[in-house]
């Protein structure tokens, strides 16, 4: 098995081999893996199912001990491959609270964050097939 990360890698079953794609994961792929699925009223605005995370996104943690809890979200961290919500806090043994990481994969975005432009571009575009499916589907009708 190799020990540098390979674009080619497709999937495997095997746990060992997804977990080593994680860890050894180049940056660029790393954003694609903290993303979260966009509640329904989303989904139908911008045509997307999933979006990458961001900093001050609301969410709506969906499983775990923190399941229900809505918050923004104070950091992601890329290394981990985790966020922090703001309310979802634990304690630690002195006592101190601190935030929960939470796997971006349990979560729900509710509320977008717009403060980047490269964002809202992304966004604004619509997808090209959607758009070639619907003129198909109009003409087989007629």
Known sequence: MKKEFSIKWISSRQPRKQRKYRYNAPMHVRQRLVSAHLEKALRKEYNKRTLTVRKGDE???MRGQFRGTRGKISKVDMKR??????????????????????????????????????????????PKKEEKKGEAKETKKK
């Open 59 to 61: 969410v709506k943690i």
């Open 81 to 126: 491959l985790k966020v922090y919500v703001e309310n979802a806090k634990m304690k630690k043994v002195s006592g101190q609270e601190v935030e929960a990481p939470i796997d971006p994969s349990n979560v729900m975005i509710t509320k977008l964050n717009f403060d980047d432009k490269k964002r809202r571009k992304f966004l604004a575009r619509k």
